[in-house]
């Protein structure tokens, strides 16, 4: 059964910074790439970031450009997010999932089900 358990969100002041973690269980993690997608209320889920299967490529959206970072470790089945310098417009439920390759999670979306989520609050 495959698993995706987002962990690592929280209630920060807007300039803080979180890491975000998603472990995986039930797939062969390192033939995927995965990316991060959040939902803020009344909106649709959006791609913030995503990683090639190896690491080598990543992508983001072009809100957190320069203030977000993917990464993953392919020997722990883990993706993470590290966001800096947050804004309260980065509120919102966030979310791993997987796909194909970075391009077909850009333009059709992701493979399989979602996890939970982690919801992140920027406020002061």
């Known amino acids: 059964q495959v698993q995706l358990v987002e962990s690592g969100g929280g209630l920060v002041q807007p300039g803080g910074s979180l890491r975000l973690s998603c472990a995986a269980s039930g797939i062969i993690f390192s033939i995927y790439a995965m990316g991060w997608y959040r939902q803020a209320p009344g909106k649709q889920r959006e791609l913030v970031a995503a990683i090639s299967n190896r690491g080598r490529s990543t992508n983001y959206a072009d809100s957190v450009k320069g203030r977000f970072t993917i990464s993953r470790d392919n020997a722990k089945n883990t993706v993470y997010l590290q966001m800096n310098s947050l804004k309260p417009e980065d509120t919102a439920v966030y979310y791993c999932?997987?796909?194909?390759?970075?391009?077909?999670?850009?333009?059709?979306?992701?493979?399989?089900?979602w996890g939970q989520g982690t919801q992140v609050t920027v406020s002061s």
């Open positions: 999932n997987k796909g194909s390759s970075i391009a077909v999670m850009n333009s059709v979306g992701p493979i399989g089900s």
